[in-house]
């Protein structure tokens, strides 16, 4: 009998492990969602490395040798054990043309930038006169409350 209690006993003791550990997990994803901020689609995209910039031409490369193949994976790992065994000079080209995306990039970004700084000062210039024709309309109001009490009044 002390045996069939211990093994009734172990089988609590996991439900409750196995509910402990579905909760933990739970718990540190929902701030992670909350923390996120929306993307902008008006941001300039990050400029590709030299590996992709390599890629762009390896597949179409590969596709003309394998034509019957169409598995991603085979064409990725062929490509990137083709960029391993290239020299720094056979690298060069793309790493040049990657520095040239990259300042182009740079530029756009500073163009971003400038344009997302001036649309929040506007819109705190804008907020902030709003504000204060709310205050003014309020102060307005509680003026003209006042003198018609003292109307009545009299």
């Known amino acids: 009998m002390k045996g069939a209690k211990s093994k009734s006993e172990s089988k ?39 590996f992709f910039i390599f890629m762009e031409d390896f597949r179409k490369q590969y596709k003309e040798k394998h034509p019957n193949n169409k598995s991603v994976s085979v064409v990725g790992k062929a490509g990137g054990e083709k960029w391993k065994s290239m020299s720094a000079a056979e ?37 902030d006169k709003s504000k204060s024709e709310v205050h003014d309309d309020e102060d307005e109001d509680d003026d003209d409350s006042g003198e018609e009490e003292e109307e009545d009044d009299e």
């Not at 995306?101 to 001036?118: D, H, L, P």
């Open 12 to 50: 609590k003791s996991d439900s409750r492990l196995s509910v402990k550990k579905r909760e933990a997990p739970a718990q540190k994803k929902a701030p992670a969602k909350k923390a996120k901020e929306a993307k902008d689609p008006n941001k300039p995209k990050r400029p590709a490395s030299a």
């Open 91 to 127: 690298k060069a080209p793309f790493v040049a043309k990657a520095e040239k995306r990259k300042s182009e990039y740079e530029k756009t970004m500073q163009a971003y930038n400038k344009k997302q700084a001036e649309v929040k000062h506007v819109e705190e210039d804008e907020s």
